[in-house]
């Protein structure tokens, strides 16, 4: 098993950045891929970024690419969400997740086995 938590967000103007950390602790961090998700009130969790369980993969939703770039250090069991350009539709409760050995091509939230608690990412106009 492993645990997640999740750091680093805030309120933000649009056009700014944020960076979000998802701390691992438990299995061997370096064994999952990992995916940050979100999911703004009223609305079905969605897909964001996701890299692979060997830090070669990382794939972004339409809506987020050239704009957030997912990374992970395994020296320190973390993965970040580097967000820039934010906008006022980026606005939720960001969420990461781990999936044993895995690519980062699993883009539904039932692929994931483990999840942090959220961290809120607010965007103002």
């Known amino acids: 098993q492993v645990q997640l938590v999740e750091s680093g967000g805030g309120l933000v103007q649009a056009g700014g950045s944020l960076r979000l950390s998802c701390a691992a602790s438990?299995?061997?961090?370096?064994?999952?891929?990992m995916g940050w998700f979100r999911q703004a009130p009223g609305k079905e969790r969605e897909f964001v970024a996701a890299i692979g369980w060997r830090g070669r993969s990382t794939t972004y939703a339409d809506s987020v690419k050239g704009r957030f770039a997912i990374s992970r250090e395994n020296a320190k069991n973390t993965v970040y969400l580097q967000m820039s350009s934010l906008k006022p539709e980026d606005t939720a409760v960001y969420y990461c997740?781990?999936?044993?050995?895995?690519?980062?091509?699993?883009?539904?939230?039932?692929?994931?086995?483990?999840w942090g608690q959220g961290t809120q990412v607010t965007v103002s106009s």
């Open positions: 997740a781990a999936r044993k050995l895995s690519s980062a091509y699993n883009y539904s939230p039932g692929e994931y086995s483990y």
């Open positions: 438990g299995d061997t961090f370096s064994t999952y891929a």
